[in-house]
Structures are given as C-alpha cells and as structure tokens.
C-alpha cells in the first residue's frame, strides 16, 4: 500500500465497535495494520469482538465502556497509552436512534417521548463529545492525533421520522467542526478533526422501514432511492476507504470536513 495512505502501527480507538458499522471499521482498520482498540456497550460483547479482530492484523484490545462515563473513558485512555505508548486515532461510531424519539406519519411532536429525545441526544451527540473530552486531551500532550466523528444526512436536511436523532447528528457536525478549529488554532496542525456523514444503508435499525417481509422496498425506500442519483443503498463497506483516507498522512490538510458518503444524496435536489 501507498504509505501516504497507511495506518499501519497507529492506535485506534473505536467506540460502538459491537455494531455494524463500529464493526465493520475495526475489522478494516485491523486489517490494514492498525492497532484497534474496540470499545464496546455490555461486557459479553468483549471476547466476540476481540476475536473478531485478533486474526486480521495488529496488536488489538477490547474493552466495555459507557461512552458517556468519563470516569470509565479516563481509566481506559490511561491503560491504552501505557500499553501502546501512544493513541493516533479516535473514532466515534457509538450512537443510533431511539424509537420514541421518532415521529411517525400518523403522529405529530407532541407524541415524542421527552425521555427518548433526551436519550437519543445524549446516545449520539454527548456520545461523541465525551470521548472527544478524554481523547484530545492524549492528542494536546503528544501534538498530533485525529478524530472522526459520525455524522448523518439527517444533519444535512430535515428528514421526515427522526427529528431526535437529526437534531444529535447536527449537533455532532456543528460540533466537529467547532473542534476542528479549536485543536488546530490551539495545539497545532498536526491534531485533525473530521466526521463522516453516511447516507442510506440498510441496517439492523432501519431495515423495518425500508424492506417489506418479503425483500422488497417501502415507500420510505422508493423516495431515498429517487433522491440518490447512483440509485441503491449503500454497503457498509464503503466507509472503511473515506475513513482511512481522513486518519492516514493522505489527509494532512484537511480538518473540519464533514464528508458525504451517500451516493449523491446530498448534493441532488432531485430535478
């Protein structure tokens, strides 16, 4: 591989890497020679997914962790820096949606569940900021590292349902790049800040809403479709490359992007 684009022997921390996607970008970043450290929700899911990484390449590690416990995130960044040496990339997966933080047809604002808005905004958005807490504060010691956050399209447009989970995710842009400019201005060039934002993929979560029983796409499906002009849903694969390119040397000069990943969604009115 061109060494511009490696992550051979860098540290990266994963969190929600018991997920499809966390997974899926632990496995490539094992792949490709980096050391993964997988965070992971419930301690049954330690084992498995360390596992899952230990025959792909690198020195990985596993740990369960609330990304929202700074205490537990403080006690982990210290065991990993005193195993490794050093942590080169932080990537934030963690996070989702919360059935009652969405607005069906058939409803309106005033069905949402307070306590499931105030989930779905702490899940995704102070799931990314506390983990950025403790991390960059590793990266201003050492004067380099790199963070990728997850985005969504729900943070480029309002999209009809998820109005907690667009809010969280345009909290998560906003916040990217507001840290972007902050770690640069502050520790220097070398500490880089990006997000993803992916755009339709079936998944666990939302394969209710988009496929019937028997494979076939729901009206939901048929209106993303006719908005995306390579016209199919994603793979989940079709990250690892955009976010080895935003943690590799590749991206030196790139920090508070918030890149599409989304077949042309974005960027097509649709006309």
């Known amino acids: 591989m061109n060494e511009m684009f490696s992550v051979e022997g860098k540290v990266a921390v994963i969190t929600g890497a018991a997920g499809v996607l966390g997974g899926s970008l632990a496995r490539h970043f094992a792949s490709q020679g980096?050391?993964?450290?997988?965070?992971?929700?419930r301690p049954e899911q330690v084992d498995s997914t360390l596992e899952s990484l230990k025959s792909?390449?690198?020195?990985?590690?596993?740990?369960?962790?609330?990304?929202?416990?700074?205490?537990?995130?403080?006690?982990?960044?210290?065991?990993?820096?005193?195993?490794?040496?050093?942590?080169?990339?932080?990537?934030?997966?963690?996070?989702?949606?919360?059935?009652?933080?969405?607005i069906m047809d058939d409803q309106n604002i005033w069905d949402m569940k307070l306590e499931d808005w105030e989930k779905v905004i702490n899940l995704n958005?102070?799931?990314?900021?506390?983990?950025?807490?403790?991390?960059?504060?590793?990266?201003?010691?050492?004067?380099?590292?790199?963070?990728?956050?997850?985005?969504?399209?729900?943070?480029?447009?309002?999209?009809?349902?998820?109005?907690?989970?667009?809010?969280?995710?345009?909290?998560?842009?906003?916040?990217?790049?507001?840290?972007?400019?902050?770690?640069?201005?502050?520790?220097?060039?070398?500490?880089?800040?990006?997000?993803?934002?992916?755009?339709?993929?079936?998944?666990?979560?939302?394969?209710?809403?988009?496929?019937?029983?028997?494979?076939?796409?729901?009206?939901?499906?048929f209106k993303i479709i006719a908005k995306t002009p390579m016209r199919r849903f994603g793979d989940i694969n079709e990250l690892n490359g955009a976010a080895q390119f935003l943690c590799s040397d590749a991206a030196t000069f790139v920090t508070g992007v918030i890149l599409p990943i989304d077949g042309g969604f974005s960027s097509f009115s649709g006309v």
């Not at 980096?34 to 929700?41: I, K, P, S």
């Not at 195993?83 to 997966?93: A, E, F, R, S, W």
């Open 34 to 41: 980096a050391d993964v450290v997988a965070l992971v929700h």
């Open 56 to 102: 792909l390449g690198g020195n990985p590690c596993a740990y369960a962790c609330n990304v929202m416990d700074k205490e537990v995130l403080n006690g982990i960044a210290d065991e990993v820096v005193s195993k490794y040496g050093k942590i080169d990339i932080l990537i934030n997966v963690a996070g989702g949606n919360v059935p009652g933080a969405t």
């Open 125 to 221: 958005l102070n799931g990314t900021v506390y983990p950025c807490l403790v991390f960059t504060r590793i990266f201003a010691k050492q004067g380099y590292g790199c963070v990728l956050n997850i985005s969504s399209m729900a943070a480029y447009d309002a999209l009809s349902r998820v109005a907690g989970y667009g809010a969280a995710k345009e909290g998560v842009s906003n916040f990217t790049r507001w840290l972007a400019q902050d770690m640069a201005i502050k520790y220097g060039e070398k500490i880089r800040v990006n997000a993803l934002a992916p755009g339709f993929f079936i998944g666990k979560q939302n394969r209710a809403a988009l496929l019937k029983e028997d494979g076939s796409y729901t009206p939901r499906s």
